[in-house]
């Protein structure tokens, strides 16, 4: 695809934010919360197989995020990172609303979108993936994602 300058910028700025919220919330599931408080706060809210689905959430979300900062594997783990806030959208925030300050979905919502967004149009030309496969990434992992 060819990009504008302003478009490499941009899709540049949202993977690289998008990065970095995903990361932080990786390392809190890790250091803040620890893994055993947030597998007991999955089990709370009634999310299936806490104990295996927290450190996997964490792993992602962390991994994801540092990977959606370089831009490396950037339309799998975008889309992984997608899925992982519709099932957070589904299982928790649905009931809650809109709004986050009430538990609301907005967050997660929001999140799910960009992470989509990334998924569909790929790194950019500012990105790992760009530099390592060139023009076959796109075309490649376009068909995975």
Not at 51 to 59: G, R, T
Request: charged letters at 10%; glycine letters at 10%.
């Amino acid at each position: 695809m060819n990009q504008t300058p302003l478009t490499t910028t941009s899709i540049t700025i949202l993977r690289v934010i998008l990065g970095f919220l995903f990361a932080a919330h990786g390392w809190q599931k890790f250091n803040e919360w620890t893994i055993a408080g947030t597998q007991a706060s999955f089990v709370k809210m009634g999310i299936p197989a806490a104990e295996i689905a927290a450190p996997a959430v964490a792993v992602l979300e962390l991994g994801g995020g540092i990977a959606l900062i370089l831009g490396v594997l950037t339309r799998i783990v975008a889309l992984l990172l997608a899925l992982d806030m519709l099932g957070a959208l589904f299982l928790v925030h649905a009931s809650a609303g809109v709004y986050a300050a009430t538990g609301g979905y907005e967050l997660v919502l929001l999140l799910a979108a960009a992470a989509l967004s990334v998924a569909l149009t790929g790194a950019g030309r500012i990105s790992v993936d760009k530099a390592l496969f060139g023009r076959r990434a796109n075309s490649k992992l376009a068909v995975l994602a």
